[in-house]
């Protein structure tokens, strides 16, 4: 399986990399075996929302992590950008993600992460915190892996 995990954030893509908890989450899924891509793009919600409607149309990657760009702040467009681009919403996602995080942090529960579907490309988003993003992919990658296998069968 492959997969292609991206920060969102002004600082990220002007450096042209990805964060700390870009990296973290790209080292969880190759652990896990998947062929793993990370990039940085802008806190910009028409271009993120390309990003991912391009990618899951090409139908060469399963599944798509976006890490950053979730909060309550006006120019945090990941969740909204996933929102437009997917076809159908996974929101036990990341209802899932925040309750199991909140352990962590009570910052949590003003994260707006989604999760969706389209074609057959599983796309979530992921907070930019090491701790929070890397704990929150383990939770879930196998139910993402079990995802992409049923879209595939």
């Known amino acids: 399986m492959k997969a292609a995990v991206f920060t969102i954030g002004k600082g990220a893509y002007k450096a042209k990399k990805v964060s700390p908890a870009g990296a973290a989450v790209k080292r969880v ?4 075996g998947f062929e793993a ?3 940085a793009l802008p806190d910009d919600k028409i271009i993120v929302e390309g990003v991912l409607r391009q990618l899951a149309d090409a139908g060469t990657i399963q599944v798509i992590l976006t ?9 945090s467009c990941a969740p909204d950008a996933l929102a437009e681009a997917v076809e159908r919403l996974l929101p036990g996602i990341p209802e899932a993600v925040r309750a199991y995080n909140v352990r962590y942090s009570k910052k949590v529960i003003l994260d707006r992460s989604a999760a969706g579907i389209r074609n057959k490309t599983v796309i979530v988003n992921l907070p930019d915190s ?3 993003a890397k704990e929150g992919v383990e939770y879930i990658l196998p139910e993402l892996m079990q995802t992409v296998e049923l879209l595939n069968a």
Do not use: F, H, W
């Open 130 to 132: 090491v701790k929070l």
């Open 37 to 39: 891509k990370a990039g």
């Open 29 to 32: 899924v190759e652990q896990m």
């Open 67 to 75: 890490v950053g760009s979730t909060g309550p702040s006006k120019r």
